[in-house]
């Protein structure tokens, strides 16, 4: 199920979709996983994703929340999976609960070079702290416009590191040994409950 600051999501579209950890996300029946993204009833916040083969998993949600809401926790038999993840075996997992709140804050800023003028299209990005950067959740994005600025809203709280990077692969961020090269550049940003 999906609950938003408690109840179900009512007019709230959720996206709800599994990412597979490890070497299995190579294989190409995950792969599909992320475009067998569902929408959760809004009356019940009840959703299902079929046909999941074993393995371990995070669920994410899908762009669509309304900017001042984050995806906030998963919790399976009362306890949070959210940075962990949770296993699929050869019988049903026990139900998840993907929760999400209101609240949520944005970022603005502007990127710069070395010689202080403003960068097009450089990729910004909020990093989670490092023992938490296995949950994709935790990061968030937004391109710089001509003039270099860039908003990133939907944020959860929490603390972060400000990057910005041009020419970069997409999702390198994502890999910690590439952040970790230049965790000295990142600024620190502490987001709090609106």
């Known amino acids: 199920t999906v609950v938003h600051n408690g109840t179900a999501p009512g007019q709230i579209p959720v996206r709800v979709w599994l990412l597979v950890d490890g070497p299995l996300a190579r294989g190409g029946v995950y792969q599909g996983l992320s475009v067998r993204a569902v929408v959760a009833n809004g009356q019940t916040g009840a959703f299902m994703i079929p046909a999941v083969q074993a393995g371990h998993f995070h669920a994410l949600v899908g762009a669509g ?26 019988e049903s997992p026990s139900p998840i609960q993907v929760v999400i709140n209101s609240g949520a804050r944005t ?40 003039a270099g600025h860039f908003k990133i809203q939907g944020i959860a709280p929490g603390n972060y590191s400000l990057f910005s990077w041009q020419n970069m692969p997409d999702g390198a961020y994502f890999n910690d040994r590439f952040v970790s090269r230049n965790e000295e550049a990142g600024r620190r940003v502490s987001v709090t409950q609106a």
């Not at 309304?66 to 906030?72: L, Q, R, S, V």
């Not at 010689?115 to 968030?140: C, D, F, I, M, Q």
């Open 65 to 90: 929340l309304p900017p001042d809401f984050y995806f906030a926790d998963v919790r399976q038999g009362g306890v949070s999976v959210f940075d962990s993840g949770f296993d699929v075996g050869k």
């Open 107 to 146: 970022v603005e800023g502007t990127v710069r070079d070395a010689r202080g003028k403003p960068v097009s299209g450089a990729t910004a990005v909020l990093v989670p702290p490092r023992e938490r950067r296995h949950n994709r959740a935790l990061y968030y994005t937004a391109k710089s416009d001509a």
